[in-house]
């Protein structure tokens, strides 16, 4: 290969021409300098049997021609063969530059544009700063190898151009002749390791490559191997080994985006799937989330919003049962307040009455007797004072047997008392404004009692509602709906925790349309002591020591139902 000089690396070419001379006998080696730019013709053409070129060159040719790599330069102060070639990045020292960064916008001068180590090599480090490496500098100005490369040293320490590359030791080689001006320059972004030879920018590569076409026949081949590997060292110390490891050059044609990976520089479908497919799989994957977030997220919103409907509409139908049952409970206290007004009505107006009527009779005897008179103008006004008073006495006797015989021709049927318990419970607690802890023990309730359902919720839910209105007194209301059987009968109690009746609160309960509520007529009450008193039953009163309230009432009632087809 032709090669930038001067290089101590150039007497292993003749070395090893002489090395295969002696292991070929009776054949010609002939040594030709060939520019890297030329060498795939060279291989196309099959003019080649070796070539020694870098090994950023020969991973490439590797690829493109199948060629096969035979050994690997080792130098002095550079033992390792994967780890021999590199390239220092070169400033004027005044600069005051020690970061690659800083270059930006400089003007760069470089040997060629396909030189391995000469170029490639440092814009890798530039390209780890800035990946559009290309536009990094203001300018790059290709000067050649050799004298000319020596040139561009010395134009950077004089000022004349801001930054330049050189393969390792090449600087060290034109320090020897120019002493000053070496001074001058500074390694920007120096990696150098203790007790190496060579300053230098970059991490280090594999050196020269000696590499074997598919002209060479098997066995030729291996006598070259063996020729090549057993070649002693050069005038400089150099001779062939064995690298290893040819991934960092491959790493660096990536990251410039260069040789096989050149299409890392087209945005295509194809380039953006090849070079992000993780990105590209997560996105997928975070699509697919999303729309299985979306969709579970519209199912439970539908069963959420099915769930939602059907509460609104049990709401609605216990609201309007809850209305039903207040109405019918209205209606209810109406007839039994109209009841009770009639049968008072009739016992308040039975007594005039009955007065008006001894009033008759004895004008009736007077008027026989001749004591007043005359008789043929008194007889027909007494006669019809007498048949209005009749049928006023009928109209109160009609009423009070209505009032009395209303409740006893009402509904009754044979009602498992635990479940008109707990519906008369349900329906309170639905008509509440305001919260209240109801506490339902109807577990021994378990029994069967012949009543109107309606007469029955209509005193359990008076009991409740006043038992509720005294309980909101305490700090925390509450009130106990409870069923206790017992010789035949089972009482119900309804207990509140409100305040303790003084003495003539309490008296006041047992007196007929009196209430202990402010502005109440205890007409509520007195229609529940009517009804109650209709199923032979009292209402009792009991005050619990440390406060509250127990209201009881007793029915009479049986284990099974006696009553077929009654059952609510």
Do not use: C
């Given at each position: 290969m032709d090669y930038v000089k001067p290089s101590d690396k150039g007497t292993v070419i003749e070395k090893t021409a002489e090395s295969l001379r002696k292991h070929f006998p009776g054949r010609s080696v002939e040594v030709a300098p060939v520019p890297a730019s030329e060498f795939g013709k060279e291989l196309t053409a099959g003019k080649l049997d070796f070539f020694i070129t870098s090994a950023g060159q020969s991973y490439r040719l590797q690829q493109d021609h199948g060629v096969r790599v035979f050994g690997t330069l080792v130098q002095p102060g550079y033992p390792d063969p994967n780890h021999?070639?590199?390239?220092?990045?070169?400033?004027?020292?005044?600069?005051?530059?020690?970061?690659?960064?800083?270059?930006?916008?400089?003007?760069?001068?470089?040997?060629?544009?396909?030189a391995f180590t000469g170029?490639?090599?440092?814009?890798g480090e530039v390209a780890k700063v800035d990946p559009n490496w290309e536009t990094f500098f203001s300018s790059v100005k290709f000067v050649g190898g050799g004298s000319h490369l020596a040139e561009a040293l010395t134009d950077v320490a004089e000022g004349k151009a801001g930054v330049a590359f050189a393969r390792l030791c090449f600087f060290e080689s034109w320090a020897k002749d120019h002493p000053d001006l070496a001074s001058k320059l500074a390694v920007v972004g120096e990696k150098t390791e203790p007790g190496e030879p060579c300053r230098r920018s970059t991490p280090l590569y594999p050196?020269?490559?000696?590499?074997?076409?598919?002209?060479?026949?098997?066995?030729?081949?291996?006598?070259?191997?063996?020729?090549?590997?057993?070649?002693?060292?050069?005038?400089?110390?150099?001779y062939w080994g064995i690298a290893t490891d040819f991934l960092p050059v491959d790493h660096l044609y990536r990251t410039l985006r260069?040789?096989?990976?050149?299409?890392?520089?087209?945005?295509?479908?194809?380039?953006?799937?090849?070079?992000?497919?993780?990105?590209?799989?997560?996105?997928?994957?975070?699509?697919?989330?999303?729309?299985?977030?979306?969709?579970?997220?519209?199912?439970?919103?539908?069963?959420?919003?099915?769930?939602?409907?059907?509460?609104?509409?049990?709401?609605?139908?216990?609201?309007?049962?809850?209305?039903?049952?207040?109405?019918?409970?209205?209606?209810?206290?109406?007839?039994?307040?109209?009841?009770?007004?009639?049968?008072?009505?009739?016992?308040?107006?039975?007594?005039?009455?009955?007065?008006?009527?001894?009033?008759?009779?004895?004008?009736?005897?007077?008027?026989?007797r001749g004591v007043i008179g005359p008789a043929e103008k008194l007889?027909?006004?007494?006669?019809?004072?007498?048949?209005?008073?009749?049928?006023?006495s009928d109209i109160v006797d009609h009423a009070r047997s209505y009032a009395r015989s209303s409740r006893l021709e009402g509904r009754r049927v044979w009602i498992r008392l635990g479940d008109a318990l707990k519906e008369a419970?349900?329906?309170?607690?639905?008509?509440?404004?305001?919260?209240?802890?109801?506490?339902?023990?109807?577990?021994?309730?378990?029994?069967?009692?012949?009543?109107?359902?309606l007469e029955l919720e209509c005193v359990v839910f008076n009991l409740l509602k006043n038992a509720g209105e005294a309980a909101e007194g305490a700090d925390s209301p509450a009130v106990m709906l409870n069923a206790i059987p017992g010789n035949g009968k089972i009482r119900v109690e309804v207990i509140d925790n409100g305040?303790?009746?003084?003495?003539?609160?309490?008296?006041?309960?047992?007196?007929?349309?009196?209430?202990?509520?402010?502005?109440g007529l205890g007409l509520g009450i007195s229609i529940v002591r009517e009804l109650l008193s209709s199923y032979g039953s009292h209402l009792l009163y009991e005050r619990i020591p440390g406060g509250g309230l127990r209201a009881s009432f007793e029915l009479e009632c049986v284990k099974e139902n006696p009553g077929e087809g009654e059952r609510k």
């Open positions: 021999g070639d590199g390239a220092a990045i070169l400033v004027r020292k005044s600069d005051g530059i020690t970061d690659i960064s800083a270059l930006r916008g400089r003007t760069l001068l470089a040997n060629t544009s396909i170029f490639y090599v440092p814009m050196s020269w490559i000696i590499t074997g076409t598919n002209r060479l026949t098997p066995g030729e081949a291996r006598s070259a191997e063996l020729a090549i590997l057993n070649m002693p060292p050069d005038s400089h110390g150099n260069i040789g096989k990976y050149r299409y890392l520089r087209e945005t295509t479908v194809q380039m953006l799937l090849r070079e992000y497919w993780p990105l590209f799989i997560i996105a997928v994957l975070a699509a697919i989330g999303l729309i299985l977030h979306a969709w579970r997220s519209d199912v439970l919103v539908r069963r959420r919003t099915e769930q939602l409907k059907a509460l609104m509409d049990e709401q609605q139908k216990l609201q309007k049962k809850a209305l039903d049952a207040t109405k019918h409970l209205d209606a209810l206290q109406k007839m039994g307040a109209l009841g009770q007004v009639s049968g008072m009505l009739a016992h308040e107006m039975r007594q005039p009455l009955s007065t008006m009527s001894f009033y008759l009779d004895g004008l009736r005897m007077l008027l026989k007889s027909e006004p007494l006669s019809q004072i007498e048949r209005q008073a009749k049928k006023a419970a349900e329906n309170y607690r639905v008509s509440r404004k305001t919260p209240l802890r109801l506490d339902v023990s109807h577990a021994d309730a378990d029994v069967w009692v012949r009543i109107d359902p305040p303790t009746l003084d003495d003539e609160a309490f008296a006041r309960l047992s007196s007929p349309l009196n209430s202990t509520k402010e502005g």
